[in-house]
């Protein structure tokens, strides 16, 4: 199943301008991720990311806006990120496969998953997660 797709945006401000008055998202979380983890989960130094999590009215898919600090990559299709049983299995079979990761899974700060990325052979970015929590817990 889907658990999201991520895009990048110069500024998350102007862009629910279009995501939420226009489109009809509401905004249901921002946080800015710096240090050990977001630099290990996408395996880039120094990197800042502050993301917006969208929602529609009776979807379950969520929407992330993604403003990444003094690093503009050369897409706006950030990535898309799918609920996964058994990650550390997964990404056994994923290896074998030639598949490549960014890190190994890390817990989420809030310890409620485990994430990794990887990059398929078209250098398209999945975000694999496996919830430890019932899906209620957290959004």
């Known amino acids: 199943m889907i658990r999201h797709c991520g895009i990048l945006v110069k500024n998350i401000d102007e862009s629910l301008r279009i995501y939420k008055d226009v489109l009809g998202f509401e905004e249901i979380e921002r946080k800015t991720l710096k240090g050990k983890y ?26 992330e806006l993604w403003k990444i600090e003094k690093f503009i990559p050369p897409y706006s299709f950030s990535h898309i990120s799918l609920d996964i049983n058994n990650l550390d299995q ?25 994430v990794v990325f990887c990059q398929d052979e078209d250098g398209n970015r999945l975000e694999l997660v496996e ?8 959004i």
């Open 38 to 63: 977001i630099e290990g989960l996408l395996n880039r130094k120094g990197l800042e990311l502050t993301y917006s999590k969208l929602k529609l009215k009776g979807c379950k898919t969520l929407l």
């Open 90 to 114: 997964i990404c056994i079979k994923l290896k074998e496969k030639g598949v490549q990761f960014f890190s190994e899974p890390l817990l989420s700060p809030h310890k409620a998953v485990k």
């Open 131 to 138: 919830s430890l929590r019932k899906k209620k817990d957290f």
